[in-house]
């Protein structure tokens, strides 16, 4: 079966399944996918540079482009969209074959309270899945999935101040400056006592300075430099940086908290016990309700679908931006 042949049956299979075909430009803005995708789509993406000066891209992902559609002439509030079509992607990985990639899919948008159950929706993306691939013929497989949301809930309990916590979600997708962050709190983050007064008597002779008789030296000592920021700004920097402290063995252990979590994957009715092992390990306290939300779903899965062949990765998608799992 040719690779056409191949979207064509995947796209009549969708619709049949009540899903509502979208079709695609193959060419794109790329400011879109700079703005939404992972490190590794942009990386891998072919761009280039119009009669007008715009950027533009061949499509290097179809999920970005359906969502896109559907803001841009849909006033509803859910929708069951699918796709099925040539992608475009540069990689070492692939020499010798061909640029252009296959990606089938579907995007589920929908408002959390017409839900008779929360992972309605999970279920039956999941149960599509399995068809389609059976529908090809396909029986030997593997699903993987995974859930930003779940490692945004483990986040959330650390001891780790909140413009942290917002750094690593917001660059959980570039994995390389996602771990320079990681490197950078297990070295300890904030000024401590110690290392306000040291700054303090390094830049202004005197460490027993307030708050507002900082801002009064600052405007007083414009020779030192500062940038584009207003003093009073630099002034709120500086008072933040020292209510928001994570010593370096504090630092140490929450990176060793988080890497262990991501590090956490398999098959998906073994996974609760899997977390509750890691919780036990680690001695943590906090996530046993989290742990219960994941057997709930576990158990609304394995109940529609047999023969589970489902694997749960705690770092999965860690390089695709727009995907929840």
């Keep these: 079966m040719s690779l056409q042949e ?7 299979y969708f619709i049949d399944c009540g899903f509502n075909y979208v079709e695609l430009p193959l060419v794109y803005d ?8 992972g490190e590794v789509i942009r990386k891998e993406m072919f761009s280039f540079v119009d009669d ?3 950027e533009k891209c061949l ?8 969502c896109q559609s559907f803001i841009n002439q849909s006033s509803n509030d859910s929708a069951k969209l699918c796709y099925s079509g040539p992608i475009f992607r540069s990689s070492d990985n692939l020499e010798g074959q061909s640029v252009e990639l296959n990606q089938s899919g579907v995007e589920m948008i929908f408002s959390a ?3 008779n159950n929360k992972f309605d929706k999970d279920v039956e993306v999941l149960k599509l899945a399995t068809s389609t691939l059976n529908k090809l013929n396909i029986f030997d497989y593997r699903i993987n999935i995974g859930s930003l949301i779940f490692f945004h809930t483990f986040l959330y309990y650390l001891e780790l101040p909140d413009r942290w916590k917002q750094r690593l979600l917001r660059h959980f997708f570039r994995r390389s400056y996602f771990e320079t962050l990681l490197e950078r709190i297990s070295s ?3 000024y401590d006592d110690q290392k306000r007064k040291y700054i303090m008597k390094e830049k202004f002779g005197s460490d027993d300075f307030e708050d507002q008789n900082l801002i009064e030296l600052l405007y007083e000592k414009e020779s030192i430099g500062l940038g584009s920021r207003s003093v009073e700004e630099i002034a709120e920097r500086f008072s933040q ?7 370096q063995s504090d630092g140490e252990m929450i990176v060793k908290l988080i890497r262990g979590f991501l590090k956490l994957n398999g098959k998906l009715e073994e996974f609760p016990e899997i977390l509750r092992k890691f919780v036990k390990d680690s001695k943590i306290t906090f996530f046993d309700e989290a ?5 709930e779903f576990v158990n609304a899965v394995s109940s529609q679908i047999n023969n589970l062949d489902i694997y749960f990765n705690n770092d999965f998608g860690h390089s695709i931006e727009f995907y929840d799992g």
């Design 6 to 12: 191949i979207n064509i049956l995947i796209k009549n």
């Design 30 to 37: 790329a400011d879109i996918f700079y703005e939404t995708s």
């Design 52 to 54: 007008s000066g715009k």
């Design 59 to 66: 499509r290097p992902d179809l999920t970005v482009p359906t």
């Design 113 to 115: 309270k017409n839900l």
């Design 188 to 190: 300890g983050v904030g």
């Design 241 to 247: 940086k020292s209510e928001n402290i994570v010593s």
């Design 291 to 295: 742990i219960q939300i994941m057997e």
